[in-house]
């Protein structure tokens, strides 16, 4: 399948840097506990930044990067569930901060933790069709005012941040997707009208070490490659354990695992596009290797892309 190749990225993320000390101070928690059943050290909360703010950074980084004319993008694709208004959408206001065509498709994508991954690959289905040239996909999460600091068990986990890519057509590049969906699960959930994440562990941990797994060996199948073809597997940053428990699952050492959930937490829709940053910017992608990105979470779904850079 004719595939894309990333033209420009970039990240951003909250303006405080927030310890697993400083929130053993507001519950009833500890650095040590926090360390060994998340691998989360600090994560960053935007107290002074909205969702549009980081997005639109992380965006900007993204188009400059790229370097072309950003009135040629005629896709843009923002992953959030957590919007700072129900409309207009966080797009559309990316859309006219960033100086984007006035032609530009705009479209949140709710997804959750799994978001940028759909976005990548209805960006796929976009670009490749002809229906768009280049499309911007931005995952971008506000999560803390959602947490609920009496809870420990999510309030230790989450973080706000942002990350965006520029994507354009590639016959020469290879792509794939494969993808999962366990409806009207309560397992992870956020109610309208009091909003405060809740989410049930114990579940989450049970789905996503099996469901991650096999969402990988699908897209493999559908792109007719093996783990040991794969150069770097990207995946969502939710706890170490899980990582861990893929990584032994696949058969393949976790140096093929990208990490940086020790200084992010989990930043949901943004986590994965953050890691495809940072990777890049640091020059650990390298031309014409082969990465597996998954996403997981609320749904409860689950999402992998086959790409090459």
């Known amino acids: 399948m004719a595939g894309i190749k990333i033209t420009g990225y970039g990240c951003a993320h909250g303006d405080r840097t927030v310890t697993n000390e400083d929130l053993a101070r507001v519950v009833d928690t500890s650095d040590a506990w926090i360390r060994s059943r998340t691998g989360i050290e600090s994560r960053y ?11 639109c950074e992380a965006a900007e980084t993204a188009l400059q990067r790229w370097g072309g004319d950003r009135r040629d993008v005629d896709l843009l694709l923002v992953c959030t569930f957590t919007p700072d208004l129900a409309t207009p959408s966080v797009s559309c206001g990316a859309a006219g901060r960033l100086g984007l065509s006035q032609k530009v498709m705009c479209l949140d994508i709710n997804g959750a933790c799994s978001g940028f991954v759909y976005g990548c690959t209805l960006a796929h289905a976009m670009l490749t069709a002809g229906e768009a040239r280049r499309a911007l996909v931005i995952g971008s999460e506000k999560i803390s005012p959602l947490m609920d600091l009496t809870e420990r068990g999510s309030a230790i986990l989450f973080g706000d941040g942002a990350g965006a890519v520029v994507l354009e057509a590639d016959g020469t590049k290879e792509f794939a997707s494969c993808s999962d969906c366990v409806p009207e699960s309560e397992t992870l959930f956020c109610e309208r009208f009091d909003p405060a994440i809740m989410m049930k562990g114990q579940e989450v941990y049970r789905f996503a070490v099996n469901a991650v ?8 199948r559908k792109a007719g490659r093996r783990a040991e073809d794969v150069d770097w597997f990207i995946c969502h940053q939710a706890n170490l354990r899980i990582l861990r428990s893929v990584a032994g699952k696949l058969d393949v050492g976790m140096e093929r695992f990208y990490v940086n959930i020790q200084r992010y937490g989990n930043t949901s829709a943004a986590s994965v596009a953050i890691c495809l940053s940072e990777m890049l910017e640091n020059g650990l992608l390298k031309p014409g290797q082969r990465v597996v990105i998954t996403g997981f979470g609320a749904g409860l779904t689950c999402g992998s892309v086959l790409l090459t850079v």
């Open 45 to 55: 909360f935007a107290d002074s930044r909205s969702n549009l703010d980081m997005a």
């Open 213 to 220: 797994p096999e969402s990988i060996y699908g897209v493999l």
